[in-house]
C-alpha cells in the first residue's frame, strides 16, 4: 500500500475515532500520581521494553512493572496488543497501561493507528499512556490514549521521582514544624506579656487598695488613740482635780485641827497659869497668913 | 483524609496548614491540632512512598 493511500485509510480511521468521541480530551483520564503498579504492553525482547523498565525504576525502584507480552509489528500483533492491554485493564492491581514500542520504519508502526486497538485503549477503565516510535511518530493510538510519551525513555515521566518526593516531603516537614514552633513560641510571647501586664494591673490595684486600707486603718487608729488619750486625759484630771481637792480638805483639817489644838494649848496654858496664879496666891496668903501669925 | 487521600491533596492540606499557622491566627491547643494533623498526613506521605516491591514480572 502507497503512502498516499495509507494516508486516506490514516485520515478515515480518525474521522471514525472523532465521530465516536474517542479523540475528545474530556474523556481523558488523569494518570494517578503515584501508581503502584504499571502494566507494560511491548515486545517483552525489545530495547523498547528495556529502555521503559529502566527509566521508570531508576525514577522510582518501588514501582512494580507487569509486562505484558505482545508483538508490536506483524500479523499477530494487533490481535495480541488488543489482548494485552484487556488483560492488564482487568488487572485491579494496574494503576496505569503503558503501550509501546520502539521506532521503525512507518509501515511497521500502522498497527497503532488500527481502530480495534485504539478502541480498545480508548475504552480501558485503567488510564493508559502510549508512546510509539521516536519523537517525530504520531499515532492514533496516541491520540485516544489519556497521556503520550514521545519514546520509551520518556516514560519514565509516567512516575514521579522518589528522590524528589522525599525532598519535597522533608522541606513540607521543616517547614511545619518551623511555623508551628514559630506559631508556639509567639504565642507563648503573648501569653507573657499578658500575664506580666495583667500581674502588674493586679497588684497596683491590690497595693492601692491595701494603701487605702492602710491609710483608713491608721486613721481610725489615729483617732482611737486621741480619744483614749483624751480619756485618760480627762480622767488624770479629774483625779488630780480630785487629789487637789482632798489635799485641800486635808489642808483644811489640818489648819482646824492645828487651831483647834492651838486654841486648847492655849487654853490649858491659861488654865495652868490660872492654876499656878492661885497656888502663887495660895501661898502669898500663906505667908501672909504665917507672917501675921508670927508677928501675932 | 484517608490512606487513598491524593498525595497532592495531603500536600495541599499540609500547606494550609503552614500558612494557617504562619498567619498566627491561632490559638495554642488550634497549633497543636493542626501541627498533629500535619504530622499525621506526613507519616502517611511516607507511607505512600513505599508503593510496591520494585519487582518486573513477565506475562
Known amino acids: 500500500m502507497g503512502e498516499s493511500d495509507y494516508s486516506q485509510i490514516y485520515a478515515e480511521n480518525k474521522q471514525l475515532l472523532?465521530?465516536?468521541?474517542?479523540?475528545?480530551?474530556?474523556r481523558k483520564q488523569s494518570l494517578p500520581e503515584l501508581p503502584g503498579t504499571i502494566g507494560l504492553v511491548t515486545s517483552a525482547d525489545s530495547d523498547a521494553r528495556v529502555d521503559m523498565v529502566t527509566a521508570l525504576h531508576s525514577r522510582y525502584p518501588d514501582v512494580d512493572i507487569k509486562v505484558q507480552h505482545a508483538s508490536v509489528q506483524g500479523p499477530d500483533a494487533l490481535q495480541e496488543l488488543m489482548s494485552g492491554v484487556a488483560t492488564l485493564?482487568?488487572?485491579?492491581t494496574v494503576d496505569v497501561i503503558i503501550v509501546t514500542r520502539g521506532g521503525g520504519a512507518d509501515k511497521t508502526l500502522r498497527v497503532f493507528n488500527e481502530t480495534p486497538i485504539c478502541r480498545v485503549i480508548a475504552n480501558t477503565d485503567t488510564p493508559t499512556a502510549v508512546g510509539i516510535g521516536h519523537e517525530d511518530d504520531r499515532t492514533l493510538a496516541d491520540e485516544v490514549a489519556d497521556h503520550r510519551f514521545m519514546t520509551p525513555t520518556h516514560a519514565g515521566e509516567i512516575v514521579p521521582e522518589r528522590a524528589a518526593l522525599e525532598r519535597e516531603f522533608e522541606q513540607l516537614s521543616t517547614t511545619?514544624?518551623?511555623?508551628?514552633?514559630?506559631?508556639?513560641?509567639?504565642?507563648l510571647t503573648a501569653y507573657g506579656t499578658?500575664?506580666?501586664?495583667?500581674?502588674?494591673?493586679?497588684?497596683?490595684?491590690?497595693?492601692q487598695e491595701l494603701g487605702a486600707s492602710l491609710d483608713h486603718a491608721a486613721e481610725?487608729?489615729?483617732?482611737?488613740?486621741?480619744?483614749?488619750?483624751?480619756?485618760?486625759?480627762?480622767?488624770?484630771?479629774?483625779?488630780?482635780?480630785?487629789?487637789?481637792?482632798?489635799?485641800?480638805?486635808?489642808?483644811?483639817?489640818?489648819?482646824e485641827v492645828r487651831d483647834e489644838a492651838e486654841t486648847e494649848a492655849q487654853a490649858r496654858i491659861e488654865a495652868t497659869q490660872w492654876r499656878y496664879r492661885l497656888v502663887i496666891v495660895g501661898l502669898v496668903?500663906?505667908?501672909?497668913?504665917?507672917?501675921?501669925?508670927?508677928?501675932i | 483524609m484517608t490512606q487513598n487521600t491524593p498525595i497532592s491533596d495531603k500536600v495541599d492540606r499540609i500547606?494550609?496548614?503552614?500558612?494557617?499557622?504562619?498567619?498566627?491566627?491561632?490559638?495554642?491547643?488550634?497549633?497543636?491540632?493542626?501541627?498533629?494533623?500535619?504530622?499525621?498526613?506526613?507519616?502517611?506521605?511516607q507511607d505512600d512512598l513505599d508503593v510496591r516491591d520494585g519487582t518486573v514480572t513477565e506475562q
Do not use: M
Request: charged share 30%; glycine share 2%; proline share 0%.
Open chain 2, 15 to 45: 500547606e494550609t496548614i503552614v500558612e494557617t499557622l504562619e498567619n498566627g491566627d491561632v490559638s495554642l491547643k488550634e497549633a497543636e491540632e493542626l501541627h498533629e494533623e500535619g504530622q499525621t498526613l506526613l507519616e502517611a506521605l
Open chain 1, 220 to 255: 481610725r487608729h489615729i483617732e482611737a488613740e486621741l480619744l483614749s488619750l483624751e480619756s485618760r486625759l480627762k480622767t488624770a484630771y479629774q483625779t488630780l482635780r480630785q487629789e487637789k481637792e482632798h489635799e485641800e480638805e486635808l489642808e483644811e483639817t489640818v489648819e
Open chain 1, 285 to 295: 496668903l500663906l505667908v501672909l497668913i504665917l507672917a501675921a501669925l508670927y508677928l
Open chain 1, 18 to 26: 472523532a465521530e465516536d468521541g474517542l479523540l475528545a480530551d474530556e
Open chain 1, 89 to 92: 485493564d482487568e488487572d485491579a
Open chain 1, 176 to 187: 511545619l514544624n518551623t511555623a508551628y514552633q514559630t506559631t508556639v513560641v509567639n504565642q
Open chain 1, 194 to 207: 499578658s500575664l506580666h501586664t495583667a500581674y502588674k494591673s493586679t497588684i497596683t490595684v491590690r497595693l
